[in-house]
């Protein structure tokens, strides 16, 4: 062997007398010692009030545009895309080493760790997905459901859940029974809400398919209060015709200062490439129960056999960088805090509804209390075609959008934290413009 490829080998970790790997324990335990350090500046984390012009500095966004539809999909901050490089660089270099399932193990423990710290579960109960739309699949796929029992959701739901629950009905011949939740999302109750769930549970009901925020109203449900109703409903029913509250809960998450604990469902689903700044194609589902119950898993895992969050995390070589960098999105929030994030996004909404109100012309959707809406602010110009009023925005640098389902057409806003009051008043003054 010529000294060139002796040196080569050498320096993969190869001994030449005898052709074995070094220890992978001890590979991982020198990448820990060398781990790059992601530069998290602390101005923005070291006073009572937060800087949130120095928060929107660590987002390499655009200057020249006014970015009001982050619901849609996230710009990286910068602890998140320096992890994304960090992961990159090392498979790049070590590829088998990074693929090993110890080290893919450890990554997704990691994740696992950081979302369990922010919605105060434990880390078996998460399990790690590429989307809502794919946790939503691997949770309606699954779930266990006799062919007398249905599933009860709403008019509401995103197609990724209608989509979900349909294949599921023509595979199993499973009836979905459909709802309205309310009859006006601007002036939505609880007890609107509460009513027309309770009618329409019956002893046939095993699933209850609900989004939390509503992305076609903005309409945020009392999902708490839900769950405390199927609980009462659940007293009364033997463990296989218990019913099973799913939540697709991706623009709650990252938005809403709750524990899981606290939303009282049985499965909440919800990617983290939104609200919660993490790394793009990344998502969660978190269980009740440690264990698998009442569900099937529909893809096999390479994360090990153990318990819902090691189980439930489908197998296959992902954007590993991707999904180990989303740790540094929850670490993000809690860095800065939920509550105040919770009132900082509630506050700006709240901002944009008053000055929409003031435009005569404009009708609001979204409900103007923080009790319904997050962080959506939707409405209509009276007279003039929604699309038409989201192209005139987006023409003037403004990021918006237009949808026609559920409620619509309406016109999508969402200011989080990226934006500011200034952003607000120039968009309320180009409205002016085109109202006039």
């Not at 779930?143 to 739901?157: F, G």
């Not at 409903?233 to 604990?261: M, P, W, Y």
């Not at 404009?362 to 989201?390: H, M, W």
Request: glycine residues 6%.
């Amino acid at each position: 062997m010529d000294n060139n490829k002796r040196k080569l080998l050498k320096q993969m970790g190869v001994v030449a007398t005898g052709l074995q790997l070094q220890s992978f324990s001890s590979f991982v335990q020198s990448s820990e010692n060398t781990r790059l350090t992601t530069n998290v500046t602390n101005k923005f984390l070291s006073k009572k009030n937060i800087n949130w012009s120095t928060v929107r500095q660590e987002f390499n966004l655009d200057e020249n545009n006014i970015h009001f539809a982050n619901f849609l999909i996230t710009s990286h901050p910068r602890i998140v895309r320096d992890d994304i490089n960090y992961h990159r660089n090392r498979i790049d270099k070590n590829p088998a080493f990074e693929m090993h399932h110890e080290s893919i193990a450890h990554h997704e423990s990691e994740s696992r760790d950081w979302a369990a710290r922010y919605l105060k579960v434990k880390s078996s109960q998460i399990a790690l997905t590429g989307s809502t739309t794919e946790g939503l699949g691997l949770i309606y796929n699954g779930l266990k459901i006799a062919a007398n029992q249905e599933v009860l959701t709403s008019e509401h739901e995103h197609w990724a859940t209608k989509g979900a629950l349909r294949f599921r009905s023509q595979r199993d011949d499973i009836n979905i029974k459909t709802i309205k939740l309310f009859s006006d999302p601007h002036h939505v109750s609880t007890d609107e809400v509460l009513g027309s769930i309770s009618s329409n549970i019956t002893d046939k009901t095993r699933v209850l398919a609900l989004t939390w925020v509503h992305s076609g109203s903005g309409v945020k449900l009392p999902i708490s209060e839900i769950g405390k109703l199927v609980s009462e409903k659940n007293k009364q029913r033997e463990q296989e015709n218990k019913i099973i509250f799913c939540v697709d809960g991706v623009h709650g998450l990252g938005v809403e200062n709750t524990s899981f604990a606290e939303l009282n469902c049985d499965f909440l689903i919800a990617g983290t490439h939104k609200w919660m700044f993490g790394p793009r194609g990344t998502g969660i589902i978190c269980s009740r129960s440690e264990q698998i119950e009442n569900l099937i898993p529909t893809i096999d895992t390479f994360s090990g056999q153990d318990n819902f969050g090691t189980i439930m995390t489908p197998g296959g070589f992902h954007a590993f960088e991707h999904q180990w960098a989303m740790r540094k999105a929850f670490e993000f929030h809690l860095m800065l805090g939920k509550e105040q994030i919770q009132q900082r996004i509630h506050q700006l909404n709240t901002l944009l509804k008053q000055q929409l109100k003031q435009l005569g012309s404009v009708q609001l959707v979204t409900p103007e209390s923080t009790k319904y809406s997050a962080g959506f602010t939707f409405f209509r110009v009276k007279n003039i075609d929604c699309e038409k009023v989201a192209k005139y925005l987006q023409v003037n640098r403004v990021a918006v959008d237009a949808t026609n389902r559920d409620v619509g057409p309406v016109i999508r806003m969402s200011p989080g934290l990226i934006n500011s009051e200034q952003e607000i008043e120039y968009v309320i003054q180009l409205l002016a413009k085109k109202i006039a």
